[in-house]
């Protein structure tokens, strides 16, 4: 029973390097999502996605790119690596939301990443 | 847009007291859900317990429950018989149903410490 599953769980990059960070879902979640985590700022959503196809921007999404071309998938990419990136980011799946019933969102184990 | 407040940076308790971390919230949407979730010091995202804009009663699990005043726009997490364990850190999250994508993922607030004295 994997649940959500992320790599690498450490990296350090220099500033202008690229990289993908993985996330894959073994529940046939349809919700996605990536979220980043800074110091005394909680949890700040940076993309996210409803279903294979689909993705779209959340609250901080400058310099980071997603795609989901499967329902297990969802990748981010840093497409050219800065300092102020440096965090600790999560992926999170979930059934989608709606009605009278909301379903919370399963984590992974967390990426965390240091731009020098 | 929605909002979450968490004003208490830290918390301190004593082992077998019981402890309120506060929580308040802001939403335009009719229906929503509203989650807890702790974070020990390992790192990962424990989820802890739910309560929809709708239900009746207070949710409960185990030592956990949530005071769910809807009127304030308030749910608070209360940790009954504290244990050593439940340092960490706490935070409120909700989701709604909004027009927008993103207000259907989940909001976070800023998180407290909470720290469990023997």
């Known amino acids: 029973n994997a649940g959500v599953t992320q790599t690498p769980k450490f990296q350090v990059l220099k500033t202008g390097q690229s990289m993908t960070l993985q996330c894959a879902q073994d529940?046939?979640?349809?919700?996605m999502s990536w979220y980043r985590q800074d110091p005394g700022m909680g949890l700040r959503l940076i993309h996210y996605?409803?279903?294979?196809?689909?993705?779209d921007q959340g609250e901080v999404p400058n310099g980071y790119n997603v795609s989901r071309s499967t329902t297990e998938d969802f990748p981010l990419r840093l497409l050219s690596a800065a300092p102020s990136q440096t965090s600790v980011y999560f992926c999170a799946s979930s059934y989608s939301a709606g009605g009278l019933t909301f379903h919370g969102y399963t984590f992974g184990s967390g990426t965390r990443l240091t731009v020098v | 847009a929605q909002k979450i407040t968490q004003t208490q940076p830290g918390m301190f308790v004593q082992e077998k007291e019981a402890v309120t971390l506060d929580c308040t919230y802001d939403t335009s949407d009719p229906s929503y859900g509203l989650f807890w979730y702790k974070q020990p010091s390992s790192g990962e995202m424990i989820f802890l317990i739910y309560q929809g804009s709708y239900d009746q009663q207070n949710a409960t699990e185990g030592r956990y429950s949530l005071n769910f005043q809807k009127a304030r726009k308030s749910a608070n997490l209360v940790i009954s018989a504290s244990q050593l364990g439940d340092s960490a850190m706490y935070f409120c999250a909700m989701r709604g149903v909004g027009t927008s994508g993103s207000a259907r993922q989940l909001t976070f607030g800023s998180g407290t410490q909470l720290t469990v004295l023997p």
């Open positions: 529940m046939n979640h349809e919700y």
């Open positions: 996605s409803v279903g294979a196809g689909i993705t």
